[in-house]
T-cell receptor, first 108, second 114 residues
Framework: KNEVEQSPQNLTAQEGEFITINCSYS?????LHWLQQHPGGGIVSLFM???GKKKHGRLIATINIQEKHSSLHITASHPRDSAVYIC??????????FGAGTRLTVKP | EPEVTQTPSHQVTQMGQEVILRCVPI?????FYWYRQILGQKVEFLVS????????KSEIFDDQFSVERPDGSNFTLKIRSTKLEDSAMYFC????????????FGDGTRLSIL
C-alpha cells in the first residue's frame, strides 16, 4: 500500500468548474506539500502546510491532521490549470514521500 | 524571482559511465535536495544536504551516488557506473530554512542511459 494516496488519478473538467483533489497518508508527518508539475516536467511548490487551511489566488489547500487527509481545491478552473498535482509529505522518519499525482485537464 | 537552475537539461550517457548533474540553488538557501522521477512514475526523494554534509538519504541513494558542494554556488549529484534503470528526470530543490518550508525546484535534468 502506498503511504501517500491521491484521488482521483485523472480528472477532466470544464473551464469554470470547481476542482477538488484529495490526498490521504498513512505515516506521521510534520508537513504536507502540494506541488504542480507542468507538462514539460517542471515542478512548482503551491503550498506547504502542517495544519488548517491556506489560500493563494484561486487555490485553497486544507489539511486534517487527525484524519490524515488533505485536499487541494481550484475555484473557477482554467485550461492553464491543466497539470499534474502532486501531494508530498515530510514524514517523521525524516524523508519526503510522494503521491503518484493527479492529472488534471481543464477543457475550454 | 530567484530560480534554481540545473544543467544540462538533457544528458545522454553510455551504461557504465559516470555522470555529474549540476544545480545552482537560490543564493541565500541553505538546504539542498535531489529527487528523481522515472518516466511515468512518482517522484522519489534521494538525498538532502545541509552545512556541507548529507542530512538524510533514502534507500535509493546507495554507494553509486554522491553529492558535493564544490564551491559556494554549485550542488552536484554524481552517479557512478550508470545503469539503464538510472534513466530518469533528476530534480534539484532548495529551501532557505529546512524541510518545513516551500521547496524551490529546478527544471530538472533528463538522464538517458544507453
Amino acid at each position: 500500500k502506498n503511504e501517500v494516496e491521491q484521488s482521483p488519478q485523472n480528472l477532466t473538467a470544464q473551464e469554470g468548474e470547481f476542482i477538488t483533489i484529495n490526498c490521504s497518508y498513512s505515516v506521521g508527518i510534520s508537513a504536507l506539500h502540494w506541488l504542480q508539475q507542468h507538462p514539460g516536467g517542471g515542478i512548482v511548490s503551491l503550498f506547504m502546510l502542517s495544519s488548517g487551511k491556506k489560500k493563494h489566488g484561486r487555490l485553497i489547500a486544507t489539511i486534517n491532521i487527525q484524519e490524515k487527509h488533505s485536499s487541494l481545491h481550484i475555484t473557477a478552473s482554467h485550461p492553464r490549470d491543466s497539470a499534474v498535482y502532486i501531494c508530498a509529505v515530510r514524514s517523521n522518519n525524516n524523508d519526503m514521500r510522494f503521491g503518484a499525482g493527479t492529472r488534471l485537464t481543464v477543457k475550454p | 524571482e530567484p530560480e534554481v537552475t540545473q544543467t544540462p537539461s538533457h544528458q545522454v550517457t553510455q551504461m557504465g559511465q559516470e555522470v555529474i548533474l549540476r544545480c545552482v540553488p537560490i543564493s541565500n538557501h541553505l538546504y539542498f535536495y535531489w529527487y528523481r522521477q522515472i518516466l511515468g512514475q512518482k517522484v522519489e526523494f534521494l538525498v538532502s544536504f545541509y552545512n556541507n554534509e548529507i542530512s538524510e538519504k533514502s534507500e535509493i541513494f546507495d554507494d553509486q551516488f554522491s553529492v558535493e558542494r564544490p564551491d559556494g554556488s554549485n550542488f552536484t549529484l554524481k552517479i557512478r557506473s550508470t545503469k539503464l534503470e538510472d534513466s530518469a528526470m533528476y530534480f534539484c530543490a532548495s529551501t532557505e530554512g529546512g524541510w518545513d518550508q516551500p521547496q524551490h525546484f529546478g527544471d530538472g535534468t533528463r538522464l538517458s542511459i544507453l
